[in-house]
């Protein structure tokens, strides 16, 4: 495949003053990923009971669990919005955040060949709020719509001691053929990695963003993209991609492995098969990252470690299979290749160290 220039965004000229002296990390942010995969660790060592009979575990560990259901396999998964609810409320615009939250949720399901059923979410809440509420409601209804899933249900906690605002989550379903599990077992030297565009931010590292932002001492309302005249917290908002249009793919195309790109950036790839996965074509990033990497100094390879950088989802298949693939989904690109050996990079550029 032949070498492409490392591409660059225009962002929004940040006067020097504003820039940060020292190198912004998502460990200095405060949340330390290694030391989360420890505490996960340890976490799942401990668990080690499973359920005998109808319900049996057929995964775990990767994006999402998929327990026996007879003749298929349900899959769950679990997970939140993150901090991006800090910029919600610093804004004070709540109608997205649900289609987050449903999202991150789905997007696992759909990164191992699972088909979203149904969903269920939590909010625990300082104090209840109707308006807030009813904006949160009508996220939840549209990340539904675009992800074909019914919310079943869900729980809300009043928790004055212990949540200050309020913190969203939730849980899909969805069913898998026990056969039709895609792990990334199948993937080979020679494979190539197609990559689906993000729609921005996501809902990951906005723990790094919003210490680039505030600390350089702009506010959430300061305009962000003067063409579209969308502020920081506009941009910051913008709802998680759901990659519903991958659903169904699995019966048409031949795909050895699939990833979601969230929090710990192309690190995600790790889930998969230990190999060398090599992103050689990358996504242009948008603004927004070039923008927070020039605020907050942060390195080109803590970039990747931390955020989806323009790419949100990816497929890993034979060259052949990607494509016929592409003639389909012409938004898409081959953005590398897998190699014999071990490490993810992006160019010669090695992230995982």
Not at 9 to 21: F, G, N, W
Not at 50 to 64: P, Q
Not at 68 to 89: C, H, P, R
Not at 301 to 329: C, P, Q, V
């Amino acid at each position: 495949m032949p070498e492409t220039k490392m591409p660059e965004a225009e962002a929004p000229k940040v006067p020097e003053t504003r820039k940060s002296k020292k190198k912004l990390t998502y460990s200095s942010a405060g949340v330390d990923i290694y030391e989360e995969e420890k505490a996960i660790k340890s976490l799942a060592s401990r668990i080690k009971f499973k359920r005998k009979g109808l319900g049996g575990v057929l995964l775990s560990g990767h994006y999402a669990g998929v327990i026996d259901f007879g003749e298929v396999g349900i899959a769950i998964t679990t997970d939140g919005v993150g901090s991006k609810i800090l910029v919600a409320e610093k804004v004070g615009k709540f109608d997205t955040v649900g289609i987050d939250c449903v999202a991150m949720n789905v997007n696992d399901l759909i990164a191992i060949g699972a088909e979203p059923l149904a969903f269920v979410d939590y909010i625990a809440i300082e104090k209840p709020d109707p308006e807030i509420m009813a904006q949160i409601a009508v996220g939840l209804e549209e990340g539904c719509k675009m992800a074909n899933i019914s919310l079943v249900g869900g729980e809300t906690a009043t928790l004055p001691e212990i949540v200050k605002g309020f913190d969203l989550a939730g849980t899909a379903i969805g069913w898998v053929k026990k056969d039709g599990m895609i792990t990334g077992e199948k993937i080979k030297e020679g494979d190539v990695i197609v990559g689906f565009p993000s729609s921005g931010i996501h809902s990951n590292g906005l723990t790094l963003a919003r210490k680039a932002v505030e600390e350089a001492g702009y506010s959430y309302s300061d305009e962000f993209d003067g063409k579209t005249g969308k502020t920081i917290g506009e941009e910051f908002l913008t709802p998680t991609r759901i990659y519903s249009e991958v659903v169904g793919l699995w019966n048409r195309f031949e795909i050895h492995g699939m990833a979601h790109i969230t929090g710990s950036g192309l690190l995600k790839l790790k889930r998969l098969k230990d190999l060398k996965y090599v992103i050689d074509n990358p996504f242009k990033p948008q603004k927004i990252f070039r923008f927070i990497q020039e605020l907050g100094n942060v390195d080109e390879d803590e970039m990747y470690r931390t955020f989806n950088m323009g790419m949100g989802f990816a497929l890993i298949m034979e060259e052949d299979e990607a494509k016929k693939l592409l003639k389909e989904k012409p938004e898409c690109r081959i953005v590398g290749r897998v190699e014999d050996g071990e490490g993810i990079f992006v160019k010669d550029l090695r992230i995982d160290v």
